[in-house]
């Protein structure tokens, strides 16, 4: 078992109050975030965008490995997550992530891109740990 971690410091309210974000590898240190941030577009980081990170970052591994099972090597996998929060009766809840992924596999076809692409998109880990749905674009280059 392989366990990663982050932590996240809050102080105030929620309206006012700030946060930071930190990881274990040191990549984000006390990165701020915040009610605005999330809610009024304010720059700076916010949950969402944290998940759709790891979204689109799995997802480009778990196609990399599938396309390599499948005897092929990528150029160039460029993936973008869009995940979606939205209010309900009982709060607020992420209710999709969009993949969009632009590939560049020699010698593959649009349909063995097509098969590692949806077999990726099921797959992936954080694709599994969401549950929500989870739509993608996918073009081979």
Known sequence: MINKSASANWKGGLQD????????????????????????????????ELVAAAHASCFSMALSMILGDAGFTADDISTKAVVSLEKKDDGFAITKSHLTVTAKVPDATAEDFAKAAETAKANCPISKLLDTEITMDATLA
């Open 17 to 48: 109050g700030t946060g930071t974000i930190s990881t274990e590898s040191g990549v984000l240190d006390e990165v701020n975030y915040g009610f605005k941030k999330r809610f009024e577009g304010e720059p700076g980081s916010n949950p969402e």
